[in-house]
């Protein structure tokens, strides 16, 4: 299989070294966390003359025996090095029961740089702060962004190579299949025994098939606000009785296992943040060919949740905006950095433009607007606000805000 180097993560990870913290590294499952702690682990090896790498993988029958905490604990120690610069990486750290006691252990003596990766659902964002006594740094992996796309495949044609990428998604475990059959299968199969079997697993969940139906249904809906007592009434007419207190435990899990990501609504005007009704984005689009086919299909739906997950991969914070009832898809934020963002797919139409580029100029702040298409042109400028094809943004470094 072809590997590229993600460089984005490694060089947080290399900024990393060394600090005091537990380095977590999280993701949808096949996103590439065991490919990027390799990389980081051979680029360790070859610039630290002292390190003495301890490296445990609980997927690897090797390690079978350390699947209990102390036995976990006794391996790192005999393995430390006095004098050297010892670093801790420990793959799929869930498959050892109460791992953290070691885990917390080891971090307290103050001899081991350590890094984990493991299953979401057992490995939660939330639960961080209460597993580990330590400070922890969380590093997200998402699927394959579409820069990463067109680097692994070498395209030269980026219309081209989007039309592929909304096919293909991002997760690169599918691309040495050479049928898109055979990738839609892989994609299922991760969707389905990995992610789902891990919510399954972590909150015993017994009504699995009310479970794939809440999931079927945010995929058919992905990009639409939805609200808890929606999902509730649709599958009580599909005879799933079903409360929205049970609907709304069941979507947390979703997005705890990374599966989905929730991204709640902005008033614009008022400056406030509104509780009901969300948007639910999938963490790679493929997810949803993958297991519903081309059904109810709306490109621009699924160029909006590539946008919506490219934003977050970039670190912004994301909300749906709402303004004189008008919606805006996105409003991004990162420390004091803010823009909008609408999102469409064929614009040439006067029509649609208008009904896309309305709810921005209606917008009297200063902050930087965009209108992301598949135009297939360079960018252009209207009236302040930049018009930019899809494939030209995904591959930028980061957001150009100056207005010129």
Known sequence: MKIIERSTYLEKLKHLKGTPDIKVITGVRRSGKSRLMESYIDWLENTDQDANIIYIDYTNLQFEDLKEYHALNKYVEEHYQRGKSNYLFVDEVQMCPQFELTINSLHSSEKYDIYV??????????????????????IEVFPFSFEEYVEYYQFEDMDKAFDQYIKDGGLSGSYVYSEQEERYHYIEDVFDTLIIRDIRQKYKIRNTVLMDRISDFLMDNVANLSSMRQIADTMTKNNDRINHKTVGKYLEYLCNAFAFYKVRRYDIRGKKYLSSSEKYYLSDHAFRYAKLGTRNMDYGRMIENIVAIELMRRGYEIY????????????AMKHDEKFYVQVSDDISGESTFKREITPLLQIKDAYPKFLIARTRHEDYQ???????????WLREDKITVSQK
């Open 117 to 138: 990766t493991g299953s979401n659902a057992f490995l939660l964002s939330s639960d961080l702060a209460t597993l580990f006594t330590g400070r922890t740094y969380e």
């Open 320 to 331: 749906t905006g709402i303004l004189y009832k008008k919606e805006i898809d996105f409003v």
């Open 382 to 392: 209207y009236e302040g606000i930049k018009i930019v094809d899809v494939a030209n």
